[in-house]
C-alpha cells in the first residue's frame, strides 16, 4: 500500500497576502481522503485586517463576504479535529502548512501534522515537465475546476492529481517520489508551538538559542533574561538545514548535545549565497556561540610590509619583511601588503614554509632578530640559507627570491574606484538586498529599496569578509555592481 492509501487531509487556504507572519487566512478548504471515500469542507474566514484590493480581484473574496464569517480562532479545534492524524497535503505545501501553523501559535495550540507538497511530488514524478504550478498540472493532465482559486476548488483540484497518480504509476515509484519530495514532520516534537517555526526553502543564516545563562543565586534575582544564543549556520536552503538538526538518523557527540539544548530557532533570509555568507560571519564574531569553532586567532588580522625600493634598498643581513596589524592600516592601503593573514601566528607559520621552501634569510624575512648585520642566521650552517646575512649572497639575489615567493600572496587592488553596492537578487525572489563594499570591507547590508546605509559606519579590515569578498566578487555580473 502507498502512502498515498494512508488518511489524507488535502488543504488549500486562500489569504489576504504571501507572509504568514502580516497577513491572515480569508478562506479554508479540505478534502479528507479515505481510500474511495472523500468527505470535503470549508468556510470563509474573517481575516481581521483589510483584504488587498489585488488579491481580492484574484480570488473573487471580498471584505463584504468575510466580514460575518468566523475568524479562525473560531473555528481552530474543528479544523484541528479535520487534520488529526492525517497526511497533510497541498500544492506548495510550505504556504499552507505556514499559514496554518502560524494561526494555531497564536492560540498556544500545537500543530503538526506530516507534510507533503504536490508541487515537489510532481517533479519527482514528471521531471521532464519544466513547470509544476497547479495549471500547468491541470493542463498537463486534463483537469478543470469550476473554481480556481478558491480554497474548496483547488484542493479538490489537488485530489484529483493524486488519484490519476496512484492510477498512473507503481507504488514503488510513488514512495520513492515522495521520498524524493521530502516528507516533513513539523514542528519538532518536544517543542513549544512556534519555537523552531517554518523556515523557507531560501537561502539564509539561522540562530539557536538555549536557556537563559543566569549565574548563581541571581536566578531569583533576575528571573526574565536574554536567550543563550547556542549556534549560527547558514545554508542554501534554510528549511532542510535547520530541520536536519532535529530529524534523521539518532545523532551523537556535540550534534545531539545542540539539538538537545537548543530551545528556541531564529532565522533571517537572505537574497543569496554572499549576503548569507556576510551575515554568518558578522553574526559569529559578535555572538561567539558556543557550538561554533572558536576562533583560533587571539590578536587582530596581519599583514606582510615590504620595506626598501628602487634607490632605498635595505642593506643585506637587515629585516626586508615586517608584521603590520590590519587593525593600525586603511583598507585603502591594502593593496600595497601581502597576505592577508588571520593572525600573527599564522603569519609566521608561512614564513617559516616559504623560507624552506626558497632557501630565503630567516633574518631578512623578519623571522629572527638582526641584531649585527655580519652575525650569521641559524639556517646558515644547516645550508637553508644562502648567506645573505653574512655577506656571501648578494642581497638583490635573495631579494628576487623572496619576490618570486611572495608573488601569490600579494593583496589585489580593489576593482573599483572607492565605495559600491552589490545587488543580489535569487531567481524567483520577490525582494533582493544591497550590500556596502568599500576595499575588501563589508559595511552592511539593506533591502534592495533602501538608498544608503546609516551615516557614521566605520570601515574596518575583517579577514574572514576579505575571504568571502575574493571568492565571490569575480563571479558576480557587471550590473550587479554600481558605485555607492
Not at 25 to 32: A, R, Y
Request: glycine share 8%; charged share 25%; aromatic share 6%.
Amino acid at each position: 500500500m502507498s502512502l498515498l492509501d494512508t488518511p489524507l487531509a488535502i488543504v488549500d487556504l486562500e489569504t489576504t497576502g504571501g507572509d504568514p507572519a502580516l497577513d491572515r487566512i480569508t478562506e479554508v478548504g479540505i478534502v479528507l481522503v479515505d481510500g474511495d471515500c472523500r468527505v470535503e469542507w470549508s468556510s470563509l474566514v474573517n481575516p481581521g485586517i483589510p483584504i488587498p484590493g489585488n488579491i481580492q480581484r484574484f480570488t473573487g473574496i471580498t471584505d463584504d463576504m468575510v466580514r460575518r464569517a468566523p475568524r479562525f480562532a473560531d473555528i481552530a479545534q474543528q479544523v484541528a479535529m479535520l487534520l488529526h492524524d492525517r497526511l497533510f497535503v497541498a500544492h506548495n505545501a510550505r504556504f499552507d502548512h505556514g499559514f496554518l501553523r502560524n494561526e494555531f501559535a497564536r492560540l498556544s495550540l500545537s500543530f503538526a501534522p506530516r507534510v507533503l507538497c504536490s508541487v515537489k511530488l510532481s517533479r519527482a514524478l514528471y521531471p521532464g515537465y519544466p513547470r509544476h504550478g497547479l495549471d500547468a498540472v491541470m493542463e498537463r493532465l486534463g483537469l478543470n475546476c469550476d473554481a480556481r482559486h478558491r480554497a474548496l476548488g483547488d484542493a479538490r483540484v489537488v485530489c484529483d492529481v493524486l488519484d490519476i497518480v496512484k492510477r498512473d504509476f507503481p507504488v514503488a515509484q510513488i514512495d520513492a517520489a515522495i521520498r524524493k519530495a521530502g516528507l516533513a514532520a513539523s514542528p519538532v516534537p518536544g517543542f513549544a508551538p512556534g519555537a523552531v517555526g517554518d523556515p523557507p526553502e531560501a537561502p539564509g543564516v539561522y540562530l539557536f538559542y538555549g536557556e537563559p545563562v543566569v549565574p548563581g543565586a541571581a536566578a531569583d534575582l533576575l528571573p526574565a533574561m536574554a536567550e543563550a544564543p547556542l549556534f549560527v549556520g547558514r545554508s542554501r536552503n534554510l528549511r532542510a538545514r535547520v530541520l536536519s538538526h532535529f530529524s534523521g538518523q539518532q545523532k551523537a557527540g556535540q550534534a545531539a548535545r545542540l539539538a538537545r539544548d537548543t530551545r528556541r530557532v531564529e532565522w533571517t533570509e537572505t537574497a543569496g549565497e554572499l549576503g548569507a555568507l556576510l551575515l554568518e560571519a558578522k553574526l559569529v564574531k559578535q555572538l561567539q556561540p558556543p557550538y561554533n569553532k572558536p576562533p583560533r586567532a587571539t590578536g587582530p588580522a596581519v599583514a606582510l610590509h615590504l620595506l626598501g625600493g628602487p634607490g632605498n634598498e635595505v642593506a643585506a643581513g637587515e629585516a626586508a619583511l615586517v608584521v603590520v596589524d590590519l587593525d593600525r592600516v586603511a583598507p585603502q592601503q591594502l593593496s600595497g601588503l601581502y597576505g592577508p593573514f588571520r593572525s600573527r601566528r599564522d603569519c609566521m607559520a608561512a614564513l617559516r614554509e616559504m623560507a624552506t621552501a626558497w632557501q630565503l634569510c630567516p633574518k631578512r624575512i623578519g623571522l629572527q632578530g638582526h641584531e649585527r648585520r655580519t652575525a650569521a642566521c641559524v639556517n646558515v650552517q644547516i645550508k637553508r640559507c644562502r648567506g645573505v646575512c653574512c655577506g656571501r649572497e648578494d642581497a638583490r639575489q635573495h631579494d628576487l627570491r623572496m619576490m618570486s615567493a611572495l608573488d601569490g600572496l600579494r593583496v589585489p587592488d580593489w576593482p573599483w574606484p572607492g565605495r559600491v553596492v552589490v545587488r543580489e537578487r535569487r531567481p524567483g525572489a520577490l525582494r533582493g538586498e544591497r550590500h556596502w563594499l568599500s576595499h575588501w570591507c563589508y559595511l552592511g547590508s539593506a533591502a534592495e529599496e533602501a538608498d544608503a546605509l546609516p551615516a557614521g559606519i566605520a570601515v574596518r579590515f575583517d579577514y574572514d569578509h576579505y575571504r568571502i569578498l575574493r571568492r565571490h566578487l569575480d563571479t558576480l555580473p557587471v550590473e550587479a555592481v554600481e558605485p555607492a
